[in-house]
């Protein structure tokens, strides 16, 4: 017999294809799906295990389209040398340098964290980007196991790269490869996979076609951090005579479930290659300032019809958060105050949910018949007039102000009260500073 759920007396915000705001409404869940949405006098209570939302607001769970787990032992991490003046010294003395010495417990501690962090602030789905070059092989399976146990739904992959030399880079595609064959036999909805890559600079054109031959013939969306910086595009120029998007069209990269994180510093026709190919770009701003790389022309891509979606890069793992930095920033870059409010929502109530939903067998990010189940309630009691016309105002000036109280994930509640259930997050932060001290040793 299928188990069934009411999630009543709040308002649900439904977000998804024509958002609606529906004072004391109802969501009716069974197993992992939502199927039905509506009034709460309109929807049937029969046989339902009910959960009372306290007048809060019913919406879907937040979606993060870029991050990396593995960020959380940076936190505090000293330099030996003198600080980085451009993003490769970034790379090189910080990033390249941590995840090389984390073996796979680091892996599987350090994202035990961000994922409850995520699921306190509502984000229930996270597509994240891997790199732990001395432990490699397993990687994927130990954060895996890390959202399972927290349960939030995750789009893992493995950033392939040369960087680290061809043992290193041929296990980087074998465990893409593996993860991507065992998530396709599994038909776990929990769990899906893309093929990464790092980024166009530590890729050669060798190991750039072995991916795309590997990836292809698994049918598997991409995951590559793109024009990040200008030395990936001069790079790209001087070694290949191309730009980094064209780079990827030629090897048949780009496509409707690829993500290119960033896409800083690209030219006219790289956009129109972004567009035509119906690729994903996932804006990063937070991490785009903290590296002083540039702004991406998101209002540019966006008004071309690109679909460009938000993620943090690890920054944070609150996605309201992040949110509001891409308003500001579109507003700080262009100094016109009409820049950036709606489009920010767009990127994460909008263009989120329908980059993850190419990655899942069911749609995700909005509360309709027939979606996945992740729903959270956010103790938000409104002092202005809350409707479907305003929504965008309450997400970005109110909302941000309340906190999460429940988190439904694939059906299941896993956070309540500011919760995780079955996680002792002071056990695990105790446990992740024993590691992250550890590994600073070896760093
Ligand atoms: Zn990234």
Redesign the pocket.
């Known amino acids: 017999m299928s188990a069934e759920t009411l999630i009543s007396g709040g308002t649900v915000v439904t977000l998804g294809e024509n958002p609606k705001v529906i004072e004391d409404g109802a969501v009716r869940v069974r197993d992992n799906l939502i199927v039905q949405v509506g009034r709460r006098g309109d929807v049937s209570a029969d046989g339902c295990k009910r959960i009372d939302a306290g007048g809060g607001v019913i919406m879907p769970g937040m979606i993060n389209a870029?991050?990396?787990f593995y960020s959380t032992f940076a936190c505090g991490i000293a330099l030996k040398e003198d600080p980085p003046t451009n993003f490769v010294e970034i790379l090189q003395r910080l990033w390249w340098r941590l995840d090389k010495v984390l073996t796979l417990e680091d892996v599987y501690v350090s994202s035990l964290t961000p994922l409850c962090r995520g699921l306190r602030s509502g984000t229930t789905t996270v597509i994240d980007?891997h790199a732990s070059p001395g432990a490699v092989r397993g990687s994927l399976d130990a954060i895996a196991r890390a959202a399972g146990e927290v349960g939030v739904r995750t789009c893992l992959c493995y950033e392939l790269s040369d960087r680290d030399g061809p043992e290193i880079m041929q296990e980087g595609l074998d465990e893409n490869e593996a993860f991507l064959k065992a998530h396709r036999a599994s038909g776990d909805p929990m769990l899906s996979a893309a093929f990464g890559l790092h980024a166009s600079m530590t890729l050669s054109q060798e190991t750039l076609e072995r991916a795309a031959e590997v990836g292809r013939a698994l049918q598997a969306g991409f995951h590559v951090?793109v024009a990040?910086s200008k030395f990936d595009q001069k790079d790209s120029l001087g070694k290949y005579g191309k730009r980094v998007v064209h780079r990827l069209a030629d090897v048949e990269m780009l496509g409707s479930r690829t993500i290119c994180?960033?896409c800083i510093h690209l030219k006219e026709s790289e956009y129109e290659a972004l567009l035509d190919s119906g690729t994903n770009v996932v804006h990063?701003p937070q991490?785009n300032m903290n590296n002083a790389v540039g702004a991406a022309a998101v209002l540019q891509m966006l008004s071309m019809g690109i679909q460009v979606g938000l993620?943090t890069?690890?920054m944070t793992a609150n996605m309201l958060d992040e949110m509001r930095v891409a308003h500001l920033l579109q507003k700080h870059v262009t100094a016109d105050p009409r820049a950036g409010f709606v489009e920010a929502c767009q990127m994460l109530f909008e263009n989120n949910r329908r980059i993850a939903s190419k990655f899942f067998s069911k749609p995700l990010g909005a509360l309709a018949p027939d979606h996945l189940a992740d729903i959270i309630v956010v103790d938000y009691d409104p002092v202005t007039p809350l409707h479907a016309n305003n929504l965008w105002g309450h997400m970005m000036f109110g909302l941000p102000t309340a906190s999460v109280s429940l988190a439904m994930v694939n059906g299941a509640v896993r956070m309540e009260n500011g919760r995780v259930l079955g996680v002792d997050e002071a056990e695990v932060a105790g446990k992740s500073r024993e590691l992250a001290a550890k590994a600073w040793e070896r760093f």
């Open positions: 870029h991050n990396h980007h951090h990040e994180a960033h990063n991490s993620g890069d690890a």
